[in-house]
C-alpha cells in the first residue's frame, strides 16, 4: 500500500528537527562551553548561547563560571598541638578563558581534584602557626587573609581565582573553651573596676574643687569683715527692725545694738543684733 505524500513530508519535517535539535547545544550566561570533537578538547571556550555541533561526534562541556561557595568541615592543628573544628567557605571562581586547560588536567571533577586538596593543605599550614584562641579573636580576619593567599598561589596558574575564605564556626575542645570564657570574664571584670576607679577619683577630685572654692569664698569674706563694716551693717539692721511692725526694744552701748524681747523682760535673752551670717551669742540676766 503506497504511503500518501502529505505523510512522507510530516515524517521527513519532524526527522530533520529532530536531527536539528540534537546538533545543537545550549550554554548558558552563568557557563562557558567547551567543544570535544572525538574525544579531543577545542582550545577555544564558547559563549553563551545556542552552538552547532556534529551529533555523534562533537559535544559541549559546560562549566559554571560565576562564584560558587564551596562549605568545608575540617579540623585545624594549632600551634600548641590542638585540633579545633571548623566550617569553612570557600568562594572561588573559574577564568573563562582557562576553561579547555582544566578539562584538559582535571576533569569536570576539579573541585575535588584541585580544589579541596589544596584548600585543606593551605589552612592546616597557616592554622598550625596560630594559638587556638587566635581563631576566636582579631587574629581571625589574618587567618582568613593568610589561607586565601596560599590557595591563590596554588590555584591562580591552573585558572581559578579564590575570592574569599571564611571560618564560619569555631569549635574548640570543652577544657580550653571553658579557659577561654573564664579569661574573657575575668578581663570584663578588670575594665569594670577600672571604670569605676575612675568614677571615684572624678568624683574626689570635684570634692577637692569645691572645698578649695569654700575655703577661698571664707577667705575673702574674713578679710572683709572689718569693724566699719560691722557698724555698718549694725546700722542697717537697726533701721530693718525699726520698719517691722512688731514691738522690739532695742538695747545698744554704742557699738553694737541688741534686741530685747518684750515679752521676756523678766527673764530677757539678749541678742546683738549683727552681720548677716554670724553668730549670735545669747546671755541671760537673772531674775530680780
Same mark, same amino acid.
Given at each position: 500500500?503506497?504511503?500518501?505524500? #502529505?505523510?512522507?513530508?510530516?515524517?521527513?519535517?519532524?526527522?530533520?528537527?529532530?536531527?536539528?535539535?540534537?546538533?545543537?547545544?545550549?550554554?548558558?550566561?552563568?557557563?562557558? #562551553?567547551?567543544?570535544?570533537?572525538?574525544?579531543?578538547?577545542?582550545?577555544?571556550?564558547?559563549?553563551? *548561547?545556542?552552538?552547532?555541533?556534529?551529533?555523534?561526534?562533537? +559535544?559541549v562541556l559546560?562549566?559554571?563560571?560565576?562564584?560558587? @561557595?564551596?562549605?568545608?568541615? /575540617?579540623?585545624?592543628?594549632?600551634?600548641?598541638? /590542638? @585540633?579545633? *573544628?571548623?566550617?569553612?567557605?570557600?568562594?572561588?571562581?573559574?577564568?573563562?578563558?582557562?576553561a579547555p586547560?582544566?578539562?584538559?588536567? +582535571?576533569? /569536570?571533577?576539579?573541585?575535588?581534584?584541585?580544589?579541596?586538596?589544596?584548600?585543606?593543605?593551605? !589552612?592546616?599550614?597557616?592554622?598550625?602557626?596560630?594559638?587556638?584562641?587566635?581563631?576566636?579573636?582579631?587574629?581571625?580576619?589574618?587567618?582568613?587573609? =593568610?589561607?586565601?593567599?596560599?590557595?591563590?598561589?596554588?590555584?591562580?596558574?591552573?585558572?581559578?581565582?579564590?575570592?574569599?575564605?571564611?571560618?564560619?564556626?569555631?569549635? /574548640?575542645?570543652?577544657?580550653?573553651?571553658?579557659?577561654?570564657?573564664?579569661?574573657?570574664?575575668?578581663?570584663?571584670?578588670?575594665?569594670?573596676?577600672?571604670?569605676?576607679?575612675?568614677?571615684?577619683?572624678?568624683? =574626689?577630685?570635684?570634692?577637692?574643687?569645691?572645698?578649695?572654692?569654700?575655703?577661698?569664698?571664707?577667705?575673702?569674706? #574674713?578679710?572683709?569683715?572689718?569693724?566699719?563694716?560691722?557698724?555698718?551693717?549694725?546700722?542697717?539692721?537697726?533701721?530693718?527692725?525699726?520698719?517691722?511692725? @512688731?514691738?522690739?526694744?532695742?538695747?545698744t552701748d554704742?557699738?553694737?545694738?541688741?534686741?530685747? @524681747?518684750?515679752?521676756?523682760?523678766?527673764?530677757?535673752?539678749?541678742?546683738?543684733?549683727?552681720?548677716?551670717?554670724?553668730?549670735?551669742?545669747? !546671755? +541671760?540676766?537673772?531674775?530680780?
Open positions: 500500500m503506497p504511503i500518501p505524500p #502529505g505523510r512522507t513530508v510530516r515524517a521527513a519535517t519532524v526527522a530533520l528537527l529532530a536531527t536539528l535539535l540534537t546538533a545543537c547545544a545550549t550554554v548558558r550566561q552563568d557557563e562557558v #562551553g567547551v567543544k570535544r570533537t572525538l574525544g579531543r578538547i577545542s582550545q577555544r571556550p564558547v559563549t553563551s *548561547g545556542a552552538q552547532f555541533i556534529v551529533p555523534g561526534f562533537q +559535544s559546560r562549566i559554571p563560571v560565576r562564584t560558587i @561557595n564551596r562549605e568545608v568541615r /575540617l579540623d585545624l592543628p594549632t600551634k600548641e598541638g /590542638l @585540633n579545633v *573544628g571548623a566550617d569553612v567557605s570557600i568562594l572561588y571562581r573559574i577564568k573563562p578563558e582557562m586547560r582544566i578539562l584538559e588536567q +582535571s576533569g /569536570l571533577a576539579y573541585e575535588e581534584v584541585i580544589i579541596i586538596p589544596v584548600f585543606r593543605s593551605a !589552612a592546616a599550614d597557616v592554622s598550625s602557626r596560630f594559638m587556638a584562641k587566635d581563631l576566636h579573636s582579631g587574629e581571625r580576619s589574618a587567618i582568613e587573609r =593568610a589561607i586565601q593567599q596560599a590557595m591563590t598561589v596554588a590555584l591562580d596558574v591552573r585558572g581559578f581565582v579564590v575570592e574569599s575564605v571564611l571560618l564560619k564556626s569555631i569549635r /574548640l575542645p570543652a577544657g580550653l573553651a571553658q579557659a577561654v570564657e573564664q579569661k574573657l570574664e575575668a578581663e570584663q571584670r578588670a575594665q569594670q573596676m577600672q571604670f569605676v576607679l575612675e568614677t571615684e577619683r572624678q568624683e =574626689a577630685e570635684r570634692k577637692r574643687v569645691e572645698a578649695e572654692g569654700i575655703r577661698d569664698a571664707q577667705k575673702i569674706i #574674713g578679710a572683709g569683715l572689718t569693724p566699719i563694716v560691722l557698724q555698718y551693717q549694725s546700722i542697717q539692721a537697726i533701721r530693718d527692725l525699726a520698719a517691722s511692725p @512688731n514691738a522690739k526694744l532695742v538695747m554704742g557699738r553694737m545694738p541688741f534686741l530685747l @524681747n518684750p515679752g521676756e523682760l523678766l527673764t530677757p535673752t539678749i541678742t546683738p543684733v549683727s552681720a548677716p551670717g554670724t553668730m549670735r551669742p545669747e !546671755a +541671760s540676766r537673772p531674775r530680780p
